[in-house]
Every structure is written in C-alpha cells, then in structure tokens.
C-alpha cells in the first residue's frame, strides 16, 4: 500500500482504511462542529474545517483540502433519453441499440419525458431553481463508443441550478455526535451516456458494445464545498438516497447507475486554492473516500517535497490501492460546443403559466411533480426519531439497507411490542444475522409476520429474551415453523405456574443451605448463583426477574 | 457544413433590418497558419491535405467574416433556428431495439456481436507519419 496516508485528518473521524505507522486519528485545532464563533451543529457551507499533520513536520503548518464532484446517475426509465430502444443492464451486444442510437444518418434525437420529469424531481429534492427555458448542446469528442462523435448535453443553460445537499458526518468518538454539513449544486444536466468498450490489448482490439449508448444520465454537479473523502462519500450516499427514494435512479455503483469524478486539490489555509486534479473511475462506494484521502495526501506529500501539481487526469487503481495518471490526453480537450441544432430549448410551465388547451402529454408541470415528490430520506430520518423515539444514528442505519426500512414498518404495524423493542431487535439481531451471511434483506428467511409474532410473545411474556433468541435462530433456518410452533416443540414457554416456580425455589433454598448462609452474611452475589440454579431446575423456562423476587420473598419470610 | 450554417444566418440577418454599417474589420485578411491547420486536424479529424483546402478554409472564413457587417446591438442571438418550435416529449415506452445483426452489417470488423475497434483513441503519431504539407 501507499507511504503513511494519515499524516492529517480530517476532524473527528476514524478511517476505515489500514494505517501505517500511525495511531489512531486524532483531531487537532478546532473541533469542527463547534467553529470559532461557537455555532455548533449549524451546516457550514463555505467553511473548510482544517486538517492538521498528524506529526509534527519541518515548519508544521496545516494544510486545507477542497473536493468538488462531478456525479453521473443513470435515470431510471424504460427508454432511452431520446430514443425508443431499452434501458436494460445485462442484455446480448447490441440488441438494446436503435438505428439513432448507431447514430445511423438521418435519426434525430427524440426527448423522453420520463427523463425530464426525472431531472426536474431531481432539482425539486435538491432546492434547486428549476430553469423554465434550458438548452441542449453538442460537445465533440472522438472515441470509438462515442458513435455520433458527440454527446448531447447541457452545457449552456442546463435544467437545474444552484441547489444544495445536506449530509451529516460525526464528529467525536461516539456515533451521537453528528453535524450537518451542506455542498452547493452548482447545477443538474440532462445527458447522454456512451457505449461501453472492452479492451483486447491482445488483439490490439476494442469492442464496441453500444447497449449503453444513449441511456439518459443526470450529471450532478457538486462545488468543492468537501475537504476530504470522508465528507465526499458521505455526500454521495447522501445523493444515492434521495435519488432511489425519488424513484429518478437506482443509483446502483456496483451496475454502473452512478459514477463520480472528484475534482482534488490543497492549499495553505488563507492561500489561493491550488493547482486541482480530476480522478475518474470512482465507481466504487468503498473506494471512493479511500482515492480521495490518498490523492489528497498525494498532493500534499509532493508539494511538501518542493514539488508541483499538474492539472491532469488520473485514475484510481483498486489494486495498487493510488491514483495514477491516465493516457495522456495530448493537452486540454476543446470539445467544440455548438447547440444541438435538432432540439428546440426545452420548456417547462408551472401552474400559473401553464399554456392553455395545450396536450397535458406534451407539457410539464413543475408544481404538479412538486406536490407528488416523496418523501425524502432526511425528512423520513427525523419523523422516524420523532414517531418512535428512537436515536438518530439508528434511523441512519434503518435507511443504510435496501429494504429494513419496509420490514421495520411491517413489524411495527403488526406488533404490539414496543417500538423501541422492535427498533433493537431489527437493528441488533435481524440485521446481524443477515450481515453474517451476506444477505440482503430480500433474501431474509425471516419473514416481517414472523419476527412480529414472536415480539408479541416476548411482550405478553410468553417467553424469556433468551428463550426469544433461540426461537429468532430456529425461524432463520427457514423450516416453516411459526414462532409459536418452535416453543410449543423446544418448551420454551416461561413456567407460568406461579405455586410450581414457589415450589421449586423452596426445594433449591433446602438443597443448599451453605449458598443461603453465605447470603444470609451478606454476600450480594450469592442470589444470582441461587437464580441460576432455580433457572436450571426450570429448565431456562422462568424470567430471571421473577425468579429472583420469589426467592427475596421466600428468604425474608 | 457550417458553411451551411452560416449561409443560413446571413440571409437571416440580412433580411430588411438596419443597413449595413461598417464597422472596423478587425481580423485582416483571415490568413490561416500552420500551426491553426495542425490543430484543426486533431481536432476534426478532417484532413486539410492540400493547398486548396487551405484556400477554401479561408474563403470560407472571409464570407462569414462579412457578418461583421451588421449592426446586432441590442439583438438577442438566435439558439437555433428552431427555437419558436415546439420540443417534443415522447412517452417512456420501448419502441426500438433488437436488431443487432442489421447494424452489425455497417462494421467492417465483427467479433461476436461486438464492432470491433481500433485500440482506444486515434493514435496521434499515425496522423504525423502523413506526408508533411507545405503549410503557409
């Protein structure tokens, strides 16, 4: 792996990544939750928190980083942005391609109302100001899966600007202490994606598979707002929730729905910013803060070494685990923009302005999708603590996971436990079990109805909490027994006979006077050995609880 | 095809609106250097092989250089000249698709269903082994 990659951190975070060399991150310089001017848990926008060497250097002096990102999310549609053919992730070569797709001569580029809608959801969820009139434009580049020798864009006046994404990082030790921190939209463009080549460097060959040609894409653009990886990935899993939520994108990194360019570079805090380099190829949510945090230290390592930053294009390569440099590009690219001569601008109404008598199919309506935005993971995370008094770190973690959220509320909604039991028993055990075996929530053996009425049974004290596991790991091999079923077979129903529990105290306290002696002079331990022998006698099938209260009454009488 | 273009916006301009007033040419005469020529090239990818072409590059950049002629002040620039017409939205169904074999037949190499390419981009260095081009 690289030379020492944690010789500054940014504030409050332990990385994930192996270390070398170094102990564990600490902060230096302020805490950036609380900033100078003591506002703590307010979103700093423009405020770049520092990043200290961790040891100390020749004239140590702190270094800022500033990250912007350039994010591609393929849009979840049907169809493709302005043709007919389908938007499918594993198909044969060339068979999900139409002839304007080929970029055959004579097809014309046709607009999919799907993908508008998208971006204009899009730009709704992300406050920013929605364009009414916005342009598309050729930009020219040569590449063998580029057929036409252009991508339509917008480049000139895109659909969407000037929004702004809020994340929460933490910022101490404990996972409670979280801030929010925001990155400025710059803006939301509508454009095409390009095929896919495989390279056959054996053949001295490329193949050209142009399936992904013209797949709607919405670049995202966010200011360098972010000053380390960490902010950066958090940002991006931010983007992914809302765009799944809104249904615009799956937003899957692992299928190739949203690819990130990072745009990197460091200065002395209070200098100009400096030179910045691209790193493409970020296509993985691991990997992301990983490249990010090791270009940054990159920079910071050569510029401390008297050298200097080229403005250039690098790539992330997961196995070496470094970004280098990527075919040179032969100077800066002149993509020799032109509007898109076939597309009138693209118009958009609102209810005041809506034309009337017009084709409702051929108009879109801003306020219309407003009303029927739904509702976004920030807001969903706040009515969860709000609605069920659960922490805020938790109602992160029942949004991490495609599909917890919808069995939680399933659970919810047939129980009558309450809903911080149900939030535990998610949280802890259902999801531990599917982690331990890689599974995803779809492929859980257990199903909402099961896990809800065995957390009746645990409610009505039916059973114990231990009693209660063991039941969760018989269900989770799947055999098709109710809950009820396994403690009926396995007898684990606690004792509710209250003169046979009575009995079975009185018989243990006669069976072993010494222990009983020894709580008699005062040694506090001496009950729980009496429990748990009481707990044998029953065969684990009385409350622990309830054993120790009928003993404390046997004893004093 | 952008001397179409620019046709086009000419006779758009020059239809009945202030009179021609001159204004100071600013370029001279468009002459066209070598080092522009070689740019060009890698750029379009358009072989400007001979001196004729040349010519014609510069012919061209002298007509639309006579747009110059016209007083736009004040004038909003077209987008297009399509911009008064309605875009059209078109449902999200799956009307295309499916004919691989079709397009197949445009390429000249085929491996399995797949266009075959060259490796990565156009080489450069192919372009500088042309003969080399008495430039201006």
Known sequence: MAAPMLRWCCPGRRFAFTRVGCGSCHRRGPPTGSTSNGKRGQSTVAQQPHITAQKPRKGEREWAAVVGLEIHAQIASNSKLFSGSQVHFAAPPNSLVSFFDASLPGTLPVLNRRCVEAAVMTGLALDCHINRKSLFDRKHYFYADLPAGYQITQQRLPIAVNGSLAYSVSVGRKPSQMVTRTVRVKQIQLEQDSGKSLHDDLRSQTLIDLNRAGIGLLEVVLEPDMSCGEEAATAVRELQLILQALGTSQANMAEGQLRVDANISVHRPGEPLGVRTEVKNLNSARFLARAIDYEIQRQINELENGGEILNETRSFDYKLGCTVPMRDKEGKQDYRFMPEPNLPPLLLYDSGSLPSGADPQQVIDIDRLRERLPELPRVTRERLVRQYGMLPEHSCALLNEVGLLEFFQSVIKETRAEPKKVTSWVLNTFLGFLKQQNLAVSESPVTPSALAELLDLLDRKAISSSAAKQVFEELWRNEGKTPAQIVAEKKLELLQDLEALEQLCRSTLEAHPHVVMDLKRGNPRAINKLIGLVRKATLGRADPTAIKEVLERQLSS | ?136
């Open chain 2, 1 to 136: 095809m952008w001397a179409r273009a620019v046709h086009l916006c000419l006779r758009a301009a020059a239809r009945g609106r202030r009179g021609f007033t001159s204004k100071a040419d600013p370029q001279g005469s468009g002459r066209v250097t070598g080092e522009l020529i070689q740019h060009l090239e890698r750029l379009s990818l358009v072989d400007f092989g001979s001196q004729e072409a040349v010519a014609r590059l510069e012919k061209a950049i002298a007509f639309a250089d006579r747009l110059r002629a016209v007083n736009t002040d004040g004038v909003e620039p077209m987008e297009s000249v399509l911009e008064d017409r309605c875009l059209y939205l078109r449902s999200d169904n799956v009307v295309e698709g499916n004919c691989a074999e079709e397009l197949l037949q445009n390429s000249h190499r085929v491996v399995e269903e797949y266009f075959v390419a060259p490796p990565g981009n156009i080489s450069w260095s192919k372009l500088d082994e042309k003969q080399p081009f008495p430039h201006h």
